[in-house]
């Protein structure tokens, strides 16, 4: 009895220290942005404005950037109701990031020079257009690349040589569940988010040992004006595909990016559904910590298997409405 009463004990105690060591040693603590200067494209509409309430909230200096000068303009409205001080800079430019490089570069030194270095970036700004690869114009394929990939390289590609220079600086990346494998319909769209991701993981390399840390935002299917947007160009296969995972809130989202960002978190993912892609698809991502890497070790082999049937589960989707469409051509044809 007292021989297990000592076991009992003892593995209490390294319990214990491993808490202890977990909560006052390798937990990452948040970095601060009250008063430092945060610019977040797409900050007009969806999980970017969502992102720039937060920023305010924590005392940050804001900058939103997107295109259209009403919606901007509603969003400083609605970001002026969460000021913490007078003295909080808060607002908007109207600019193109999937433009010019050199008008980009002016936007953002410009801003630099009202509201102080930019600390943070939070490359927000994208879009979805949806549709079985013939399908999709090459119009539109230039459009998605030039504002989700040349977007956010333009932005990051000003800013990141500086953060350098200053030894800190945070960069969020914003692709999707898209980059982690290929769906039914999201043919050019993935292809924007995965060169995004395939971004994000070389400038984690390249700048963490200069202070700067990289995030790269993974969202799933997310209730925004987006969102609504990029519902009307799906085929029924890709609704299907993805419809299964449900829809989060912008607030939520825009939340945990905020916070994998001020603790340096390389990967952020919501949901159970959103890790196990994530884990499945990007086996080489640099996800921190020892027994996050454990955990995936010994789990990445048997979820292999879920993989395999998602895969069969999803043909068989494909499969079942291609016998529809081939049935509606008959009865059109009689
Ligand atoms: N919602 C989802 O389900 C979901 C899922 C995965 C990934 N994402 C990604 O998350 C990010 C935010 O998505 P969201 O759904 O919140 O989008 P959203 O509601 O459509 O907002 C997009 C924002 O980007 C701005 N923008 C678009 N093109 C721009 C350009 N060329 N230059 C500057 N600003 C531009 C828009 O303003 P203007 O049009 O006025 O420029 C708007 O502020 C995107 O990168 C999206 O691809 C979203």
Same mark, same amino acid.
């Given at each position: 009895m007292e021989f297990s009463w000592d076991i009992i004990v003892s593995l209490g105690l390294v319990v214990l220290a491993h808490s202890i060591v977990y909560v006052f040693v390798m937990k990452k603590r948040a970095k601060s942005i009250d008063g430092r200067h945060v610019v977040v494209t797409g900050g007009s509409s969806g999980i970017g404005v969502c992102l720039a309430m937060e920023c305010v909230t924590k005392g940050a200096h804001v900058t939103i950037i997107a295109r259209d000068e009403k919606r901007l303009k509603a969003a400083v409205d609605q970001l002026e109701l969460v *000021?913490? *001080?007078?003295d909080q800079k808060i607002q908007y430019r109207s600019l193109d990031i999937g433009g010019d490089y050199e008008e980009v570069a002016r936007v953002l030194a410009e801003t630099e020079e009202t509201v102080g270095p930019i600390y943070a970036l939070l490359n927000c700004a994208g879009m979805a257009i949806c549709g079985v690869f013939e399908e999709v114009s090459v119009r539109d394929v230039h459009k998605l690349m030039n504002v989700n990939f040349f977007g956010s390289y333009n932005c990051t590609r000003h800013v990141l040589p500086k953060m350098k220079r200053a030894r800190e600086g945070i960069i969020v990346i914003t692709s999707s569940q898209a980059a982690m494998f290929g769906i039914y319909g999201y043919g050019p769209y993935a292809a924007s988010k995965y060169a995004l991701r395939a971004m994000a993981e070389t400038i984690a390399m390249e700048s963490r040992e200069h202070g700067v840390s990289v995030t790269l935002a993974l969202p799933c299917d997310t209730n925004t004006p987006g969102f609504e947007e990029e519902e009307k160009s799906k085929p029924r296969e890709t609704k299907i595909i993805s419809g299964g995972g449900g829809l989060l809130k912008p607030e939520d989202m825009a939340k945990a990016i905020l916070q994998d960002a001020l603790k340096g978190n390389f990967i952020s993912t919501v949901g159970a559904e959103s890790w196990l892609i994530t884990m499945l698809g990007g086996g080489l991502l640099p996800w921190d910590g020892f027994f996050t890497n454990l955990l995936h070790a010994l789990v990445i082999g048997p979820l292999r298997l879920v993989g395999y049937g998602l895969h069969k589960y999803f043909n068989s989707i494909i499969r079942k409405c291609a016998k529809e469409d081939r049935a509606g051509d008959k009865v059109e044809s009689k």
């Open positions: *000021r913490q *001080r007078a």
